[in-house]
Structures are given as structure tokens and as C-alpha cells.
């Protein structure tokens, strides 16, 4: 079954930092560019980071550039999300989404994980 | 405010049709694919249509998209109670080298 599992979210105060995983299973995660989508409470979707098969290309959204920072371990089937200087504001469900090459359209999406940005 | 623009929300009766616009410019959906979104209560989004009006394996033929310069839209036809739900259009940004949403477009069957 082709399937996408996040973790790493919890609460955390503003200035911190945290580390979020996605493992990928049934399909070449080598393959695939792959996303990071957001979602605050209430709102709608917010694209966050993509990053290309091969780690070649590593896009970031304005509003996380300079704190968070995509990263992926293929040999593990591993993406990551490293969010450093962690604001209220990026309080959200955090979706990693696969990314078939030239479509940027988003075929798989893991259940999400919960970040919790508050003092 | 998002980059992409969508109708707050839409409504019709069981079995009827029901039209989702999504409008850009020429750096995102002018020059790249659009897709479409079903989010759930409570559930993560899932793929309803990518590269503008491709249906991905499982999903009913009641769902159409298209693209006409830069908009695109969704059509749902044989309105179900199930489809009440929050659609989102998405593509890449060539200009500003990052994905962009629409703000969301919620279903109600009435």
C-alpha cells in the first residue's frame, strides 16, 4: 500500500525548534519530488517547502525562508522538515504530500501531524 | 490573501451541478498545471484532478477539469450528500518559484 506517515509535531514555545519526518512506503520514494503542505486551524491550505528527487532543488515558501529547511534521506524513504525560530503563527497540521515529477500536483498525502506553536 | 482565487462557497440540490472557479495570472496557471483538491471534514485533502483535467484512478467521472488561459475550473456533476466537502485549486508559480492554493471553496448540498 503506497503510504505516507508524518511525525515529529507536539507543542513548543515561540523561538524553538522542531524536526518533523515523513516515511514513505510502497513506491520508489526516489522517484518522487516531495512537499510539505500546511494547514492552521480554520484556514486553508499552505504550501510550505518541495524538494526534487535527488535533492538537486529545495523551494521554500516566503513566509518560512530562512527558518525552516526541507531535506530527504532516500535511502531511508525519509522526508524531513527542520523549522527553527518557530513562531506563533506557524501553528498548523503539517502534510507531507507527494509530488510526481513536471505536475506539481499532489497524488499522496500522509494524515498530517500537529504543531503547536504557543507560551 | 492567496494567489489563487476561489469562490468562498458554492450550493445546489442533490443530483444537480455545481461549477468551482479558481483565477490566476500568467506565472502560475498561464504556463503550468492546475489541480484540484477534496478535503473532508476532518480529513487530510486528497487529488481529485491533476494536470488539468486528468482524473486520478478512483475518482468518478462526476468530477471534470479545465483550463482556459489563466483560470481553470472544476465541475461536479450528480450532486451527492457526500460531496459536501472544502475544494482547493493548486499549481506552481513560475515567478515566484513556489506553490500557491486557492483559499477554498465549500460545498453545500442543499
Known amino acids: 500500500e503506497v503510504q505516507l506517515v508524518e511525525s515529529g509535531g507536539g507543542l513548543v514555545k515561540p523561538g524553538g525548534s522542531l524536526r518533523l519526518s515523513c516515511e514513505a512506503s510502497?513506491?520508489?520514494?526516489?522517484?518522487?519530488?516531495m512537499d510539505w503542505v500546511r494547514q492552521a486551524p480554520g484556514k486553508g491550505l499552505e504550501w510550505v517547502s518541495s524538494?526534487?528527487?535527488?535533492?538537486?532543488?529545495?523551494y521554500h515558501a516566503d513566509a518560512v525562508k530562512g527558518r525552516f529547511t526541507i531535506s530527504r534521506d532516500n535511502a531511508k524513504k525519509s522526508l524531513f522538515l527542520q523549522m527553527n525560530s518557530l513562531r506563533v503563527e506557524d501553528t498548523a497540521v503539517y502534510y507531507c504530500a507527494r509530488d510526481p515529477p513536471g505536475v506539481h500536483g499532489f497524488d499522496i498525502w500522509g494524515r498530517g501531524t500537529l504543531v503547536t506553536v504557543s507560551s | 490573501q492567496s494567489v489563487l482565487t476561489q469562490p468562498p462557497s458554492v450550493s445546489a440540490a442533490p443530483g444537480q451541478k455545481v461549477t468551482i472557479s479558481c483565477s490566476g495570472s500568467s506565472s502560475n496557471i498561464g504556463q503550468n498545471y492546475v489541480s484540484w483538491y477534496q478535503q473532508l471534514p476532518g480529513t487530510a485533502p486528497k487529488l481529485l484532478i491533476s494536470e488539468n483535467n486528468r482524473r486520478p484512478s478512483g475518482i468518478p467521472d462526476r468530477f471534470s477539469g479545465s483550463k482556459s488561459d489563466t483560470s481553470a475550473t472544476l465541475g461536479i456533476t450528480g450532486l451527492q450528500t457526500g460531496d459536501e466537502a472544502d475544494y482547493y485549486c493548486?499549481?506552481?508559480?513560475?515567478?515566484?518559484?513556489?506553490?500557491?492554493f486557492g483559499g477554498g471553496t465549500k460545498v453545500t448540498v442543499l
Open positions: 493548486g499549481a506552481w508559480d513560475s515567478g515566484l518559484n513556489a506553490g500557491v
Open positions: 510502497g513506491f520508489t520514494f526516489s522517484s518522487y519530488n
Open positions: 524538494i526534487s528527487s535527488s535533492s538537486s532543488y529545495m
